[in-house]
């Protein structure tokens, strides 16, 4: 009897036999004053997570709507659909999810560090960002906003009447969690490097993070000040975005992009960070071209700050400054090319495995790069004259932000998944997502660039007829997007309690945050390491870590 | 067997008709647009194609043989390295040269171009013809003529697009902004706005007549309006009584205005400007914002008295008063 109750699954639950972060205490209020940085991670993983379920569901009932080319619901609840998706899908999810997620998780972990710099801090960013998630979520409940994400003045600031003002909040509240982080982070990169572990040792994943949070600091107050002035302007009046008395609604644009297009960097750096790693697990080769790899984030981060004009080519923008702008967007594309040719070239003569996280990778890079060169679309001044504005737009963001920055987060997400959680998942059903999500990301998002040429225009709820074939291919691709997201979700929730024992480097790989059990200690590291060769060095030739 | 070969043929151009890749081909500048987009297109293409071949190639080549095989290291090569910077950046270099080009041709409008004026309003159009005739989200062009139109907003930021010209332009409050094209096929094409601006944003939307130059002559002659934009805004003028001021004489409360467009005038703190489009309208809705050095400022804004088409039709009044009007606008 008792052998029959042993084979049923779920009785014999498997536990780590160690004291970890997970297991050390499992009251709420463990949680909810941890400064932990492995919690506040896990925090934030379960935050934006929410947030990803609600902007993606706000993302369904759009793609249903442009089934038809009358529409489905009214014009206002469709224009209040995407203004939603946008805002928090961009602020809420892409913003934070690798930097909050994994690099709050991982930084320490990858530099042999007990926590953050400023744990306190570190939690206070997480409690900032409930609060504007709060007001944003407020905003979605007490009617919507209908500005679209980018709150174009005037409308946003005499013209809509939506509830432009909480939602500005929202996006301004949680930009001090950013800046938050950012800072963290930095500290936490200069100043707790575990011994031995120099510059040019470090993994590229803290390269990256290092770039982002200079964007999160450089770039992040600028979005803070235009949503106060926005609320200013629209509670007071005051008349800066007003051309009646004197304003200028096209100096929003400035400020608004001179944030936002940073903060595509913001979402795709992080990224490209995890891809390093990535790339390198699964062929267990050193990258090629460290340095490349390294230095061109930090070109991506500081060129991101002189491009957003590009944003803003048919606003009647002088012919110089559209050419100035237009020749620094071609030369940030570089960075990423040489990014993606050395993850390329890292694959050469490598020792190739398969597993999902590899499977996410390599869609990244297929995807990175057709969002990439789709970039020189926009970047050209004659062809961006066209394209502007419409679904070809639509398409490019999204294979630079759905293709790239999500694909790169699921991939870490399952590469470090045995880490966070001690367990594993099923690889099959991982892999098997995996493919389900390109194949319907593509077929959602290729018809809206020949959507876009054709001519049709973002943000209308109702098109022309003649458009809605392609229409229907990228609804019905959304739905098996839509599909191939939850999958994950239940795998992931499944192996948290039931998933077999992950061990602490099921991957082989190299990097500290192996080197430790999984699920870490609370104090991550028993006794602090000290690291005595190059970051990827699977084949051994820079000399041998050792402990103590 | 033809059979077959046939209904192959007839279902692709079936396809084709159903999935173009590009919208009508109907300006001067559409076809030099569309060969840099297929240029991009085919480089795209090309990219991906070398980027997925390598990877599935190294993908099948190196494939993991046994559970603990460590491949030896590879150097960091810095001829690669510098060939897939310098050749990326040369192409990027080509293609910038290549649209900037095209892109500062198209954004002179030929002398000889017929101007022609465009209000964005939620959410409809407001075309005006300098003979006078008021279009709402339909504007009649002759083929084969350059247009340019000069464009503001009553409210919101719009944008004007045709995408059978390839052209497009923000429409924002309180600025003029230009765009021109010139028409090449005969036919109805799109008219979108392309910059959100609230709830019926995707009906503001119209269409492009474009006529052969017989057919657009009887199309204007058709037209009930006798008056011409210059007379409307003359007739708006002596109603809003601006002349009792601007009398035409230098003795007048407020400068004389026959002749003036186009000149430099000179302001109060030195700097000179010249009397355009911009500077008239600002005149007319933000008068003590222009410090005139023999005026004083008592000039009361018209403001909400007069719309966005009305300033235009004053413009094209004050535009067509030559010297030799003076006497005529100071009856």
């Known amino acids: ?548 | 067997m033809t059979g077959l070969v046939q209904f192959g043929l007839g279902f692709l151009a079936q396809m084709a008709a159903m999935l173009p890749l590009h919208p009508p081909t109907a300006s001067t500048i559409a076809e030099n647009v569309d060969l840099l987009y297929y240029f991009l297109t085919v480089l795209t293409l090309f990219f991906t194609a070398l980027i997925f071949g390598t990877i599935f190639f190294f993908m099948v080549k190196f494939h993991r043989q046994s559970p603990d095989e460590i491949p030896a290291d590879t150097q960091t090569h810095l001829f690669l390295e510098l060939t897939w910077t310098i050749i990326p950046t040369l192409i990027t270099f080509v293609i910038f040269v290549w649209a900037s080009v095209l892109y500062v041709q198209n954004s002179r409008p030929p002398a000889s171009s017929t101007e022609m004026f465009v209000v964005g309003k939620q959410w409809m159009w407001h075309i005006q013809h300098p003979e006078g005739i008021r279009e709402i989200n339909e504007m009649h062009v002759p083929v084969g003529q350059p247009i340019k139109l000069t464009m503001t907003s009553e409210d919101v930021i719009h944008d004007f697009y045709i995408p059978a010209f390839r052209v497009k332009k923000d429409v924002t409050p309180g600025r003029y902004s230009s765009l021109w094209f010139q028409a090449t096929e005969v036919g109805t094409y799109h008219l979108f706005c392309a910059q959100y601006c609230g709830t019926d944003h995707s009906e503001m939307i119209g269409w492009v007549y474009v006529m052969s130059p017989t057919d657009y002559a009887a199309w204007l002659a058709g037209g009930s309006k006798s008056e011409s934009m210059a007379q409307m805004g003359g007739r708006l003028f002596s109603q809003l009584g601006c002349q009792s001021c601007h009398t035409g004489e230098s003795s007048g409360r407020g400068p004389s205005l026959a002749g003036i467009y186009g000149t430099s005038e000179r302001m109060r703190d030195g700097s000179a400007r010249t009397v355009d489009d911009v500077l008239i309208r600002q005149a007319i809705v933000n008068p003590n914002s222009i410090a005139l050095p023999n005026y004083p400022p008592i000039m009361p804004t018209f403001q909400g008295q007069v719309n966005e088409e009305q300033v235009l039709q004053l413009i094209a009044y004050v535009k067509s008063l030559g010297p030799e009007e003076r006497t005529m606008s100071s009856k």
């Open chain 1, 1 to 548: 009897m008792s052998t029959v109750i042993a084979e049923m699954p779920g009785h014999e639950l498997p536990t780590e036999s160690h004291v970890n972060y997970l297991n050390v205490d499992h009251s709420v209020k463990s949680w909810l004053l941890t400064v932990d940085h492995k919690r506040i991670a896990i925090l934030y993983l379960i935050s934006i997570t929410l947030m990803f379920f609600v902007g993606g569901f706000f993302a369904v009932l759009m793609r249903l709507n442009l089934i038809e080319p009358q529409g489905l619901v009214a014009p206002e609840t469709y224009n209040k659909l995407f203004t939603m998706h946008g805002v928090i899908m961009v602020f809420f999810f892409l913003v934070p999810s690798i930097p909050a997620t994994l690099g709050n998780f991982l930084v320490p972990l990858m530099i042999g560090a007990r926590d953050l710099a400023f744990p306190r801090i570190n939690l206070l960013s997480w409690y900032i960002y409930i609060i504007g998630a709060a007001f944003t979520l407020y905003a979605v409940i007490s009617g919507g906003v209908d500005t679209g994400w980018t709150f174009y003045t005037p409308y946003s600031s005499t013209f809509a009447h939506s509830q432009v003002i909480p939602t500005a909040l929202g996006v301004f509240i949680t930009g001090f969690s950013s800046i938050l982080t950012g800072l963290n982070f930095i500290v936490t990169i200069h100043k707790m490097r575990a011994p031995g572990l120099t510059w040019f040792r470090l993994p590229l994943f803290i390269w990256a993070m290092y770039a982002t949070s200079i964007i999160f600091i450089l770039g992040t107050p600028v979005i803070a000040i235009t949503m106060f002035l926005l609320g200013l302007e629209r509670l007071l009046h005051i008349g800066i975005f007003d051309p009646a008395i004197g304003g200028d609604p096209i100096l929003f644009q400035h400020m608004f992009w001179f944030y936002s297009h940073p903060a595509v960097y913001i979402m795709i750096l992080p990224g490209m960070g995890v891809m390093s790693e990535l790339i390198t697990a699964f062929s267990r080769k050193r990258i090629f071209g460290y340095t490349f790899v390294a230095f061109s984030s930090f070109a991506i981060a500081i060129i991101s700050f002189l491009v957003w004009g590009h944003h803003m080519f048919v606003t009647g923008q002088s012919v110089y400054a559209g050419l100035i702008f237009s020749v620094l967007s071609f030369l940030v594309a570089i960075p990423s090319a040489i990014k993606v040719f050395n993850w390329t070239a890292t694959l050469y003569k490598g020792s190739i495995s398969y597993e999902a996280p590899m499977l996410y990778a390599l869609g990244f890079i297929g995807l990175f790069t057709m969002g990439g060169l789709t970039g020189l679309f926009l970047a050209s001044l004659a062809t961006d004259v066209h394209l502007n504005g419409t679904y070809f737009i639509v398409a490019h963001f999204h294979y630079i932000m759905v293709g790239g920055a999500v694909m790169a987060y699921l991939g870490g997400l399952h590469f470090w998944w045995p880490k966070i959680t001690g367990r594993l998942y099923p690889d099959a059903w991982a892999r098997f997502a995996a493919l389900v999500i390109f194949v319907g990301f593509n077929l959602t998002f290729f018809p809206q660039f020949v959507l876009g040429y054709l001519g049709m225009p973002r943000r209308y709820a109702v098109y022309p007829g003649e458009f809605q074939v392609l229409n229907v291919m990228s609804s019905a691709g959304a739905s098996i997007l839509g599909v191939g997201y939850l999958i994950p979700l239940i795998y992931f929730i499944w192996s948290f309690k039931y998933g077999p024992i992950a061990g602490p480097n099921p991957w082989g790989a190299k990097g500290l945050e192996w080197t430790t059990p999984s699920p870490p200690p609370t104090e991550n590291f028993t006794e602090i390491p000290i690291v005595t060769e190059d970051a990827y060095d699977y084949a051994g030739t820079t000399g041998r870590r050792t402990h103590g």
